[in-house]
């Protein structure tokens, strides 16, 4: 049974999710001292974490933050604050997905369902990927370069794999897509963009700048010099 940890301050729409969520056969858990989220996330070791932003003490971007230095899990940002600036930050700092209040609670179910399938689904063909010096540990979710070692987010990892087991061949925009989501229900350009450009920040850190090269109109593509 996959465990979904809500942290959001209205009660209401809390206990709204968690009902839904048990009648989906899901186990849910509301955070009860939003001063403590990490605390309680770390009790209950849920699949997946639906996140408010604006929330007492601490927002859901410091809780991520947290979150993030020991734990991968799938993060879903719920808010009504969806501005793109909060889109983008939420996806800067690992979110898996944004959803914006109000929103229908079958949405939100198949999004949830979606994201916790490609995670118990995502088996790599090979668990290591290596391109000129550059070492992906698919398993682990890191890459190694010159000494230096980086952890990955999941969406981070799915790109760069998809491209690296591709190297030498474009990859469209819609493939890679395609491999984030496993399906074209709930594409959002802009995501795949802001991954993108973090992922390439990440590598130029570990001098692999120009690892990752945008062919117009086309897609993207890992040469193979």
């Known amino acids: 049974m996959y465990k979904i940890f809500i942290v959001e301050d209205d009660e209401i729409i809390a206990s709204a999710i968690e009902k839904h969520l048990e009648k989906w056969g899901y186990s849910a858990l509301c955070a009860h001292n939003l001063a403590c989220v990490k605390d309680e996330f770390d009790a209950f070791m849920p699949d997946l974490v639906l996140m408010d932003i604006s929330l007492p003490f601490y927002n859901g971007y410091y809780w991520l933050q947290l979150i993030r230095k020991s734990s991968q899990v799938p993060v879903v940002f719920i808010s009504s604050q969806s501005d793109n600036m909060n889109i983008i930050m939420a996806m800067n700092m ?5 959803i914006t209040k109000p929103f229908d609670l079958n949405v939100l179910m198949a999004k949830i369902n979606a994201i916790l399938r490609r995670n118990s689904n995502y088996v790599e063909k090979k668990p290591i990927l290596e391109h000129r010096g550059a070492v992906l540990d698919v398993l682990e979710g890191s ?16 790109i760069l794999s998809l491209l690296l087991e591709n190297k030498g061949k474009i990859v469209s925009r819609e493939k890679l897509m395609e491999k984030l989501w496993e399906t074209d229900i709930f594409i959002d350009e802009n995501t795949l963009t802001v991954n993108i450009a973090r ?4 590598l130029d850190s570990i001098e692999l700048s120009g690892f990752i090269t945008t062919k117009k109109g086309l897609g993207y593509i890992i040469e193979m010099q």
Do not use: M, P
Not at 94 to 98: E, Q, R, Y
Not at 199 to 202: G, I, V, Y
């Open 94 to 98: 690992g979110g898996d997905d944004f």
């Open 199 to 202: 992922l390439r920040k990440k």
């Open 143 to 158: 890459i190694v370069y010159g000494g230096e070692k980086l952890s990955l987010t999941r969406n981070e990892l799915r």
